[in-house]
């Protein structure tokens, strides 16, 4: 079993639609990670989450710690946020992240 | 903005020969890493280094693996003698702090064995 599940795997979605891409995790964690990486490869980090919510323009990220659970929005989607969303944990005493496999977002205009 | 940078970008070699993949971390940053992406799957952890030695490395950063500093700004992952299945986006990341603290990835160098 992985220790990080993503879903949808993919999603498609018009322009203007509010996404939401799910994350569950079977670990004990310090902090949760979201990335996005894009057709090209590279990976640029969204947020970092230890508990509650972080807001930053259009992005969203909630964590549950009780619930091993966290949720990505895009508010207001735009064809330029088609990408890959990846969450990934760090468990105590730890700096490696254990990724899941993504949820390939496009948005259409 | 500052950022990390890899070099090369894309790296091909021949099975058995020894590649050398670079990567400049940010500059005030003392936690570097490496991960992979085979093609198709999700990224890997392959090793974290700080204060000049490996603190973790996953399974697949077997022998063949090493990792160096050898200047005050480079940091190095080798592969002595690669195999086919070494195929993969190789991604270097650095943070300031350790646990909890955000990593910043570089744009990865595809390796590619023939």
């Known amino acids: 079993k992985n220790e990080v599940e993503q879903s949808p795997q993919n999603l498609t979605a018009q322009e203007g639609e509010f996404i939401t891409i799910n994350c569950s995790y079977s670990?004990?964690?310090?902090?949760l990670h979201w990335l996005q990486q894009h057709p090209g490869g590279g990976i640029v980090s969204l947020f970092m989450?230890?508990?509650g919510k972080k807001k930053h323009g259009r992005l969203i990220a909630t964590i549950n710690i009780q619930e091993k659970h966290s949720s990505l929005h895009i508010t207001a989607s735009h064809p330029r946020d088609s990408a890959v969303y990846i969450c990934a944990v760090q468990g105590y005493n730890t700096d490696k992240l254990i990724f899941g496999t993504g949820t390939r977002l496009q948005v259409f205009p | 903005e500052p950022e990390v940078t890899q070099t090369p970008s894309h790296q091909v070699t021949q099975m058995g020969q020894e590649v050398i993949l670079r990567c400049v971390p940010i500059s005030n940053h003392l936690y570097f890493y490496w991960y992979r992406q085979i093609l198709g799957q999700k990224v890997e952890f392959l090793v974290s280094?700080?204060?000049?030695?490996?603190?973790?490395k996953s399974e697949i950063f077997d022998d063949q693996f090493s990792v160096e500093r050898p200047d005050g700004s480079n940091f190095t992952l080798k592969i002595r003698s690669t195999k086919l299945e070494d195929s993969a986006m190789y991604f270097c990341?650095?943070?300031?702090?350790?646990?909890?603290?955000?990593?910043?990835f570089g744009p990865g160098t595809r390796l590619t064995v023939t």
């Open positions: 990341a650095s943070s300031e702090g350790g646990n909890t603290y955000e990593q910043y």
């Open positions: 670990v004990g964690i310090s902090a």
């Open positions: 989450l230890s508990s």
């Open positions: 280094f700080y204060n000049n030695e490996i603190s973790e």
